[in-house]
């Protein structure tokens, strides 16, 4: 990777696997669980020989052992639920999640029991887990590989939910989900793993605050909301935006639950105008929360309606071409910020 | 605590007063819901032997999680009877603050991580506790109980896979009442029995008469020593019976006949270990009587408290969600 000068780049995928190793390193009750996290078992030939699809836990097993960094049977619900159990009892397990949609498999453990202990248990259990989970469409892989649906998580009160969207904030967010006492998912989308970013990221470890945005860029005409991914949407389609003499501000939400209200407010207020971009299926999606947000809560300091970028109601299709259709573009988003601008 | 280690005068008539406890809070219980200030119970009255031989063996470090039939289990791990009973009637006061109730009860001063409402649903989070004793390397264990209805539940299989691969100190406890609701037993578990499947995942797989507390002490405390030694599960099947309909408002005879319930209750696991007391020579009549009367005061001072009680205040709807959520 070329090295901008003064800048500490790493990939998305680098990045996760530094704050996964810098927090084992801290806090020795911190373990992992998944498959083929670390690959090959307990054969004493193979170690080491996967780190997960994504190569985020790549090397960790050498660092901390087969005790805290634990290859599992393919049972999601019964590494999930040993996730709870054990979070409940003074370790801090991250488990991985390896696609999102593989919660259709273990949401009993994430949605009965993570999200509802602490409250069942009237605020005496504490559930510190952090579930680490590969969200995303345009990969080629198609609808149960492919899905978001953060929206889900964030709908259960006892869940936070958060969505990184540059190697620098997932590292933060990582350290923060980690060390937080409640359960958290990270939601690592895909298509940020393959792209070069120039943004530093401080070789020590750091945490960015859960329920705080970030005004990824600051503008005047227009507000663009981006997570995850279609915070690099929004980043691109404000370049263009700017091309063509508009001023616009990307608000990256960091975090579904808590949401930073606030940040979205203040922005809207000074803009007047809101495009929400998200790649989740549209109905009780995030941008529908957002919108009615706003609608609720600055009308009067519209222009325009607010307006939803979304995929439309379908699952994410097999075929590049099609799957191509089904992703928020860049030229969607220019083309509904100069809607709401007109 | 109880962490009795042998079958001796005290630890016998510590189960026996154990048992003879949870069937007085089971009888009282049932009249609170029939009042009226609770919508309806599980009843464990005929399944007290099962958690008594366990946790007669295990200290309050160790862990018990439980089903949405678990009074008997809160109250063999020693949870406390006034707390209880507050947590049922949804008092401030509660184990769980009101916040939990008749199928939520915990206290994880007491080692009780939690009756759970979704059958099978603790049995993945009881092998997770194991896994945290290993890895901090303690030498607690972890014990869970399910019906026969769970033992179909595929999280069961997972999770005695996982254990087994991992040798975690996990005892899996199915208290094989025979009915999941209505459904019989014979017609939903393949093979016709629970233990058995222990060895498709190498692990001892025991049945014991679960009508017995002591019997079940034995059993438990092989199980128990295997696990604290790092040698892994066992899965225990106990054959015991519900007395009571599935929640109380439903009348068993709709689904199965009184020839059966009088047989079980014919074994009576309280009636069985007065005789053994008598018997041996461990307790007189009077002892008996006596051990029946300081379990009735003990409920009947956990009603008064539970009864004066106050509800939860208002603000209490949205406190505990989250540790912190700014």
Redesign the interface.
Known sequence: MVQTQGVRQLSYIQAVNEALRLEMRRDS?V?IMGEDIAGGGERDDFQDAWGGPMRLTKGLVGEFGR??I?D??I?E???????????????R?IVDLMYVGFLGVCG??IL??ASK??????????VPLTIMTGTGAGTNSAAQHSETVYSVFTHY??L?VVVPSNPYNVKGLYAAAIR???PVIICNNRQLMGVRFDVDVPEGDYTI????ADIAREGTDVTLVGMSYTTRVCLQAAQELEALGYSAEVVDLLSLS?MDDEAILESVRKTRKIVIVDEDYPRCSIASDVAALVAEQAFDYLDAPPKRVNPPHTLVPYSMPLEALFVPTKEQVVAAALEVMQ | MAGYTELTKESVLWMYETMVTIRRFEEQARREADAGKLRGIHSSIGQEAVPTGICALLRDDDYVLGTHRSHHHCIAKGVNLKEMMAELLGKATGTNKGKGGTMHIADIRKGMLGANGVVGSNIPVATGVALSAKVRGTDQVSVVFFGDGASSQGSLHESMNLASIWKLPVLFVCENNRYAESTPFEYSVAGGSVANRAAGYAMPGVVVDGQSALEMFEVAKEAIARARAGEGPTLIEAQTYRYMGHMGADDPLGYRTQEEEDYYEGRDCIKRMEEHLLDSGLATESDLKAIDEKALAAIAEATKFADESPFPDPSELTTDVYVSYP
Request: glycine share 18%; net charge neutral; charged share 20%.
């Open positions: 009750t373990i005790e805290r634990r599992t049977p049972a619900s019964g590494f999930m639920g040993a996730g709870v159990g054990a979070a409940a009892t003074g370790l397990p009993d453990q009965n029991n202990i602490h409250y069942m248990f009237g605020g005496k259990v504490n009160p006892g936070k937080d006492d409640d605050p859960i329920g705080k808590p």
